[in-house]
């Protein structure tokens, strides 16, 4: 009789649970492994896991991807994916969802995650400025119209990034500017700003410490540099007059700062018009040393590993991938991995790194080692590649 | 660059004999090559101008941004790019007549779908 009981309820509790939608334990994962890939021509993410490496699904209707990124929520769940179109696109990497969509202005070139997690702040182009969102509702919660000089001209803004302190930082392209912005209370935000930086500030990076913030020059040879424990010293510059008073080259795609390169105590950034790779001390801010490269590189990034920074470049040599040995500050290797690289995202650890062929419609995985492809993954012009795991670090 | 020379010249000779019907210039690019020129257009203009041309870093191209501006000068500014600014000279990757054929494209309205 008891026994009889016993089992009865056993069988009770098994059908609750398999009758509990998405409460089975077999359903439930983590989100650590999982990432996005943005398919840019067609507005459209892939849903990525890099422990099996494969594919988990696609996630449509999320407009015009050319030139998308995307954060993730504090917890690793939501990504937040910034089109050009000006549409901000919150999706669900667990159930795969596109879960809202605003579209928020009408040209936007990035955006970023507040340090608590609650507001995403999106840049940009047209109409020019910062606009704030709830994070959960995407309810617009305040603005940071980038107006400047004495006839308050719009600006564009890049460089946009999240700050320690509940802040964000950017630039003005248009104005030479660095602002940084609280938005501890929304509805009254307080906005530091550094005007003069220099001309055109394409983009800007801050350090993986959150301490420093770099924006980088087309219209100067140089970067423009702020420390943000002590923003009162104003902006300084660094790297000024690399490039020796040569003329450029032309430059047929700008180079990222964002996901950039530091280890062993120095960061690497993409010269401007110039086949090189700029190599700063960041404890001095100066130049230690400089790698000339296969082309103009776009991003160079380090493995969180450190020993390596790989380098990816512009039209018309972005057919090759470059392997720098931060050790010897030399390049080592050489890879051809196929027509178009648009961008490289390393695992957590570093043990693999992530490559997307938009030309190829495909993303390769290498191993981080032996610098063989590991893996490879259909894929409809691929750009950003994009793991859950920068929910967890600062100016990601 | 000397084989593409030698297409177009070829390509000119069948236009003037009237082989080509419907050809819009004598110097159109081939089939190949103009959609070679699409992709380079939406891709790689487009990752300053956007993939719809509505503008990024660089200035929207959409017909009507491009309409109180002649051939020639947009043209020039494709081959030569506009020094001071990130608009980066094509003239080593593309000829004259190519430009001309995208300006054509961009006055007509570019798309995805297209």
Not at chain 1, 120 to 135: Q, T
Not at chain 1, 319 to 344: C, E, F, Y
Request: aromatic residues 6%; proline residues 6%.
């Amino acid at each position: 009789m008891a026994t009889d009981l016993r089992r009865y309820a056993v069988f009770a509790v098994a059908a609750w649970l398999a009758a509990t939608p998405g409460a089975s334990a077999e359903d439930m994962r983590g989100t650590a492994d999982l990432g996005l890939v943005v398919e840019r021509a067609s507005g459209s993410v892939l849903i990525v896991e890099t422990t099996a490496r494969t594919s988990l699904g696609r996630v449509t209707g999320l407009g015009d991807l050319s030139h998308a990124s995307a954060v993730f929520s504090r917890d690793g769940r939501m990504a937040y994916v910034f089109g050009r179109d000006g549409g901000l696109n919150k999706v669900d990497l667990l159930s795969r969802a596109l879960v809202k969509r605003i579209t928020q202005a009408g040209n936007s070139i990035g955006g970023a995650i507040s340090q608590d997690g609650r507001i995403i702040a999106v840049a940009n182009y047209e109409p020019g400025g910062v606009r704030l969102f709830d994070a959960a509702s995407l309810a617009a919660v305040g603005e940071i119209p980038a107006l400047f000089g004495p006839e308050q001209t719009p600006s564009k803004v890049v460089g946009l990034a999240d700050a320690p302190g509940q802040k964000f930082v950017f630039t003005l392209y248009d104005g030479g500017e660095i602002w940084l912005a609280d938005v501890s209370d929304p509805a009254r935000l307080k906005v530091d700003k550094y005007p003069g930086i220099g001309r055109l500030p394409y983009d800007g990076l801050i350090t993986p410490d959150g301490r420093t913030y770099v924006a980088g020059l087309f219209g100067e040879d140089g970067l423009a540099k702020l420390d943000l424990w002590r923003p009162e010293a104003g902006v300084s510059r660094i790297l000024d007059g690399y490039g020796r008073g040569e003329d450029p080259m032309p430059v047929y795609k700008m180079p990222h700062l964002r996901g950039w390169a530091v280890s062993g105590g120095h960061a690497f950034l993409p010269a401007i018009g110039r086949h090189e790779l700029l190599v700063v001390d960041t404890r001095s801010w100066r130049e230690a040393a400089r790698v000339t490269v296969h082309g103009q590189p776009v991003f160079a990034i380090a493995s969180p590993a450190g020993r390596h920074v790989w380098v990816n470049f512009a039209h018309p040599r972005n057919d090759t991938v470059q392997i720098v040995d931060v050790a010897t500050m030399a390049v080592t290797l050489t890879l051809r991995p196929g027509k178009a690289v648009m961008h490289m995202e390393f695992t957590p650890r570093g043990e693999q790194v992530w490559l997307s062929l938009r030309d190829e419609n495909r993303v390769d995985v290498y191993d981080t080692r032996s610098f063989v492809r590991i893996a490879s993954i259909p894929a409809r012009a691929p750009s950003g590649i994009l793991l859950a795991a920068r929910a967890n670090r600062i100016g990601f | 660059m000397p084989r593409r020379t030698k297409v177009y010249g070829l390509l000119g000779l069948l236009a003037l004999a009237g082989a080509l019907p419907g050809a819009p210039s004598s110097a159109d690019p081939d089939a190949e090559r103009r959609q070679g020129l699409r992709h380079l257009l939406l891709h790689d203009c487009g990752s300053c101008h956007g993939l719809t041309m509505r503008g990024g870093l660089g200035r929207p191209l959409l017909p009507e941004s491009l309409a109180d501006k002649s051939d020639e000068a947009l043209t020039s500014i494709i081959l030569h790019g506009m020094p001071g600014t990130p608009m980066p000279p094509w003239a080593a990757e593309i000829d004259e007549d190519e430009a001309l054929w995208l300006v054509t494209l961009l006055r007509g309205g570019v798309s995805l779908g297209d």
